[in-house]
């Protein structure tokens, strides 16, 4: 997919689904999500890029330690987290922008890059080239969390992410069988230093460095 047709899409889902958002989501905040986030999060300070900060559910958990830019396509849903930016503790710029187009930030300038769920929204060729991007924009030794959601070898919990994958598709652009981890493994500036499931095996955090 190209990078135009990527940017048309999802600015013109998330124009409707900003709207309704928070409320789909729901259930998963309140009993998955809320725990897990947190829990990402933590140890996580100085200058920090979050990707794909959808309607700032992660804001009010960073540090005060934090100098947070906060990117995504979507400006509907940065509406919405403009009104949560008052909860954070930390500094919080939000900023309309592309993951796969950072030329608004320097190389070598965030400590940390941040992304939960942005990867499963985006087709394998324009995650390359968003990690590419979160390589660039990285200092030496600056470290990454992701988080995405893959689909789970349990037959149970696969035949229910199955029944709900044409919704999840339709209404977020995700899909569970993005290839974020291989993605991510090719990168040549960057080195994985864990893989971990963070709740049953579909929710998968990816954290590591730039060489
Ligand atoms: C499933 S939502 C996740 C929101 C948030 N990270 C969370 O944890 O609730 C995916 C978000 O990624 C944004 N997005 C998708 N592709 C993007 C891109 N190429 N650059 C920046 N944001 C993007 C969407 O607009 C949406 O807000």
């Given at each position: 997919m190209t990078i135009n047709t990527h940017q048309h899409i999802i600015k013109t889902k998330y124009k409707t689904t900003a709207k309704f958002y928070d409320l789909l989501d729901w259930p998963w905040e309140f009993f998955v999500y809320r725990k897990l986030r947190p829990q990402i999060l933590d140890g996580i300070s100085g200058k920090v890029l979050?990707?794909?900060?959808?309607?700032?559910r992660n804001l009010v958990y960073y540090n005060r330690n934090v100098d947070l830019i906060?990117?995504?396509?979507?400006?509907?849903?940065?509406?919405?987290?403009?009104?949560?930016?008052?909860?954070?503790?930390?500094?919080?710029?939000?900023?309309?922008?592309?993951?796969?187009?950072?030329s608004l930030f320097n190389s070598n300038y965030f400590?940390?890059?941040?992304?939960?769920?942005?990867c499963?929204?985006?087709p394998?060729?324009?995650?390359?080239?968003?990690?590419?991007?979160?390589?660039?924009?990285?200092?030496p030794g600056g470290k990454f969390k992701l988080v995405e959601i893959v689909y789970s070898n349990q037959p149970g919990l696969y035949r229910k992410q199955k029944l709900m994958s044409a919704y999840v598709e339709k209404v977020f652009g995700a899909k569970f069988d993005r290839n974020t981890l291989e993605v991510l493994s090719s990168n040549k500036d960057l080195t994985i230093t864990s893989t971990k499931f963070i709740k049953d095996d579909t929710y998968l955090?990816?954290?590591?460095s730039k060489k």
């Open positions: 979050e990707a794909g900060v959808g309607t700032g906060g990117i995504d396509l979507s400006f509907e849903m940065l509406l919405r987290a403009k009104k949560r930016q008052k909860l954070a503790r930390c500094n919080v710029n939000l900023i309309e922008a592309d993951a796969t187009n950072l400590d940390w890059v941040v992304s939960t769920f942005l499963c929204v985006m394998n060729n324009l995650q390359s080239i968003a990690i590419n991007e979160f390589a660039r924009v990285l200092k955090l990816i954290e590591g």
